[in-house]
């Protein structure tokens, strides 16, 4: 069973830094990619990053690619997304989730969110102009 608990959300000012991270509580926590997205008000989720189960591979959304790293440590369980350079319309509620990685699907990076099987409740980042 995956359990996934995001944190380290906030308020940051523009051109500021976050870090959020994403803890599962789990043991299989290494056999899935990971991926984060995030939903403003009114609009649909995105993606924004992803990272196969090894760490081995990243993707990026165009809008945020330069600014925010993805990481993983799989001995401590933890997906972390490191955001440089915010801008107010990074403003949002940041989810991680998590993506079967198994047999063929291994070493892969997930972009669509119908490839994520669990998802944690989210952390509201705010970018002040």
């Known amino acids: 069973q995956v359990q996934l608990v995001e944190s380290g959300g906030g308020l940051v000012q523009a051109g500021g830094s976050l870090r959020v991270s994403c803890a599962d509580s789990?043991?299989?926590?290494?056999?899935?990619?990971m991926g984060w997205f995030r939903q403003a008000p009114g609009k649909e989720r995105e993606f924004v990053a992803a990272?196969?189960?090894?760490?081995?591979?990243?993707y990026y959304s165009n809008s945020v690619k330069g600014r925010f790293t993805i990481s993983r440590d799989n001995a401590n369980n933890t997906v972390y997304l490191q955001m440089n350079n915010l801008k107010p319309e990074d403003t949002a509620v940041y989810y991680c989730?998590?993506?079967?990685?198994?047999?063929?699907?291994?070493?892969?990076?997930?972009?669509?969110?119908?490839?994520?099987?669990?998802w944690g409740q989210g952390t509201q980042v705010t970018v002040s102009s």
């Open positions: 989730a998590a993506a079967s990685a198994l047999g063929s699907r291994s070493y892969r990076v997930f972009v669509s969110a119908d490839e994520y099987v669990y």
């Open positions: 789990g043991r299989t926590f290494s056999t899935y990619a």
């Open positions: 990272i196969s189960k090894t760490g081995g591979s990243t």
